[in-house]
Nanobody
Framework: QVQLVESGGGSVQAGGSLRLSCAAS????????MGWFRQAPGKEREGVAY????????IYADSVKGRFTISQDYGKNTLFLQMTSLKPEDTAMYYC????????????????WGQGTQVTVSS
């Protein structure tokens, strides 16, 4: 089963940028769709962005559309989340997830999860 390890979180001021990475233990490009999620204290987990197998389709939550970009480095089995124009409300633990399917969205039941990386945005 695929294993996922996130990195790249940290503290940044509002308006700043961060790039999160999610390293997979095996090739995910053509077998898995993947997603980024976040959970702030006291709030439900939120799907932030999704990318289909082969990277042909992406979906973004309205709260991040135009600011975040999900992408993959196929040769390195790594998923990215480029975050720009960060806001304090983006503060959360961010997780990547994978599901063995071509396409995924907010209704997908993801079976493979990383342990998360913390993002803190100060005003």
């Amino acid at each position: 089963q695929v294993q996922l390890v996130e990195s790249g979180g940290g503290s940044v001021q509002a308006g700043g940028s961060l790039r999160l990475s999610c390293a997979a233990s095996e090739n995910t490009f053509d077998l898995y769709c993947m997603g980024w999620f976040r959970q702030a204290p006291g709030k439900e987990r939120e799907g932030v962005a999704y990318i289909s197998a082969f990277g042909t389709n992406t979906i973004y939550a309205d709260s991040v559309k135009g600011r975040f970009t999900i992408s993959q480095d196929y040769g390195k089995n790594t998923l990215f989340l480029q975050m720009t124009s960060l806001k304090p409300e983006d503060t959360a633990m961010y997780y990547c997830a994978a599901e063995r399917a071509y396409y995924c969205n907010a209704q997908t039941d993801f079976h493979y999860w990383g342990q998360g990386t913390q993002v803190t945005v100060s005003s």
